[in-house]
């Protein structure tokens, strides 16, 4: 059985889809504004995760992540760069496209952008007036939070906080300001306006991901994600609108990602510690490693960036590397055993069981180091079979298929070489060949391929 801890519910939820076998799954994806920081990709992995879990339960997944292409900082940016609203945020929506490549994050099925899903947002903010839920004051159009006695539900507020008849035009505000939210804003000065039966105006932030949504997976589906900062306002007002405006439940499961601190603190480019993934790929670390530390702590746990942490990482990624070149290349006897079948076994339903209670990282890792522990001392005892290793590969493979974060096929070979180089250079240390292990390095070096000698063995990265 699959559980997820419900945001809405506040409780451990078994999940079962609308349509049995397929689940409509969206994604609060990137307000491009700016280069997106770890910490959003903290929250993008985590969906990442889960879809691929729903995928190896045997879902078909139909995955919708936004893109916010205009709201108050899109439009504060375009402006003070003196650029059109499209000319400031393509930069910004190429390098997220880039970042979640080199992450290996799963492609969603659609990216629907904010400004091309206009017409959707009208009709669904036109039928909130005609419902009697929505108001118009000077030439902007309000969503009358009185009207929705389940105003609140998700962030568990008190109705006593609600301040119907104050309005807010701020697309994002405290929990403490429950006020009538922005559907559409008028236009003010040379802000980017479209023409529509409320004036010449724009969109509130809010209402484009319901009119997204409903459009691509329908007016009710299965999960919707973000982080917990989009709890309130967004995902409250989210469900305030879709559900006034089609009159039944919008999402059955609310899942929720913690923030991402570092070293201990908040993220903050006034404190140098505000890092895009280019930041740290540029220290020469591997993107790889930095996916599976943002994946490895529980996604409602808050997460603390340090360097250390990621240099862990790093070597528990060269750990499960090692393990799978030492499959692939070894030669083992033909034939199989029944002790390495039933490892191989055992670790995919830990696995498995581990990801089905709440995405349980810890756990489902956890099944996958002591297989390869066990493992190893089956191979330095000489006791494992050709089938043996080739069922064990398929196993880590079928994990991977979730983590992804073994290389890809166009890699293997080089990896492969890069390992075996290491090899031939610890052999030459063994033999006090300090010359050719110097070489070794060099030669690695040139390549691009920096090497450390750790106590826990040789590791390395890209540069």
């Given at each position: 059985m699959i559980r997820f801890f419900n945001t809405l519910t506040g409780r451990m939820d078994?999940?079962?889809?609308?349509?049995?076998?397929?689940?409509?799954?969206?994604?609060?994806?990137?307000?491009?504004?700016?280069?997106?920081?770890?910490?959003?990709?903290?929250?993008?992995?985590?969906?990442?995760?889960?879809?691929?879990?729903?995928?190896?339960?045997?879902?078909?997944?139909?995955?919708?992540?936004?893109?916010?292409?205009?709201?108050?900082?899109t439009i504060n940016g375009a402006a003070e760069k003196g650029l059109s609203l499209k000319a400031y945020a393509e930069p910004f929506i190429t390098a997220f496209f880039e970042d979640l490549k080199r992450l290996n994050a799963s492609p969603a099925d659609v990216y629907p952008r904010?400004?091309?899903?206009?017409?959707?947002?009208?009709?669904?903010?036109?039928?909130?007036?005609?419902?009697?839920?929505?108001?118009?004051?000077?030439?902007?159009?309000?969503?009358d939070i009185s009207r929705f006695p389940a105003?609140?539900?998700?962030?568990?507020?008190?109705?006593?906080?609600?301040?119907?008849?104050?309005?807010?035009?701020?697309?994002?505000?405290?929990?403490?300001?429950?006020?009538?939210?922005?559907?559409?804003?008028?236009?003010?000065?040379?802000?980017?306006?479209?023409?529509?039966?409320?004036?010449?105006?724009?969109?509130?932030?809010?209402?484009?991901?319901?009119?997204?949504?409903?459009?691509?997976?329908?007016?009710?589906?299965?999960?919707?994600c973000g982080g917990v900062d989009n709890i309130f306002p967004h995902h409250e007002n989210e469900i305030a609108q879709s559900e006034a405006y089609h009159g039944h439940p919008f999402v059955n499961y609310w899942l929720?990602?913690?923030?991402?601190?570092?070293?201990?603190?908040?993220?903050?480019?006034?404190?140098?510690?505000?890092?895009?993934?280019?930041?740290?790929?540029d220290r020469g670390n591997d993107p790889a490693a930095v996916r599976f530390l943002l994946l490895s702590t529980h996604y409602r746990k808050q997460l603390n960036f340090t360097w250390d942490a990621l240099n862990q990482a790093a070597s528990s990624l060269q750990r499960i590397r090692d393990f799978v070149h030492i499959l692939r290349t070894e030669t083992?006897?033909?034939?199989?055993?029944?002790?390495?079948?039933?490892?191989?076994?055992?670790?995919?339903?830990?696995?498995?069981?581990?990801?089905?209670?709440?995405?349980?990282?810890?756990?489902?890792?956890?099944?996958?180091?002591?297989m390869i522990k066990k493992v190893n001392i089956l191979i330095s005892k000489?006791?494992?079979?050709?089938?043996?290793?080739?069922?064990?590969?398929?196993?880590?493979?079928?994990?991977?298929?979730?983590?992804?974060?073994?290389?890809?096929e166009s890699e293997e070979d080089l990896v492969a070489d890069i390992l075996a180089l290491i090899e031939e250079r610890q052999k030459a240390r063994s033999n006090k060949n300090f010359a050719l292990s110097d070489r070794i390095r060099d030669e690695l070096l040139a390549r691009g391929i920096a090497l450390e000698d750790t106590r826990d063995g040789v590791r390395w990265k890209k540069i």
């Open positions: 078994p999940f079962k889809p609308i349509t049995p076998g397929k689940v409509g799954l969206y994604t609060c994806g990137p307000t491009v504004y700016d280069y997106a920081h770890i910490g959003n990709f903290r929250a993008y992995l985590f969906e990442d995760l889960l879809k691929r879990f729903l995928q190896l339960s045997g879902f078909a997944v139909t995955h919708v992540m936004n893109i916010t292409d205009i709201d108050d900082k904010a400004t091309e899903h206009i017409p959707e947002m009208t009709r669904l903010i036109q039928g909130l007036i005609d419902k009697g839920f929505a108001y118009m004051k000077d030439g902007s159009v309000y969503f105003y609140g539900r998700l962030a568990k507020l008190d109705r006593a906080q609600l301040q119907s008849g104050r309005r807010s035009e701020s697309d994002e505000y405290e929990k403490a300001n429950a006020v009538d939210f922005a559907l559409w804003k008028a236009q003010k000065g040379e802000e980017p306006s479209w023409e529509t039966a409320f004036g010449p105006g724009r969109p509130g932030w809010h209402i484009e991901c319901s009119a997204m949504s409903a459009r691509y997976l329908g007016p009710h589906f299965d999960i919707h929720h990602c913690h923030h991402l601190i570092v070293d201990g603190e908040k993220m903050s480019k006034s404190k140098g510690n505000f890092y895009t993934l280019c930041d740290i790929l083992f006897p033909e034939g199989k055993t029944e002790i390495a079948s039933a490892l191989a076994t055992r670790m995919s339903d830990k696995f498995q069981k581990g990801l089905a209670d709440d995405l349980n990282m810890s756990v489902a890792l956890t099944a996958l180091f002591e000489k006791e494992i079979r050709q089938d043996d290793a080739g069922q064990i590969l398929q196993a880590v493979q079928r994990v991977d298929g979730v983590v992804g974060i073994l290389p890809l």
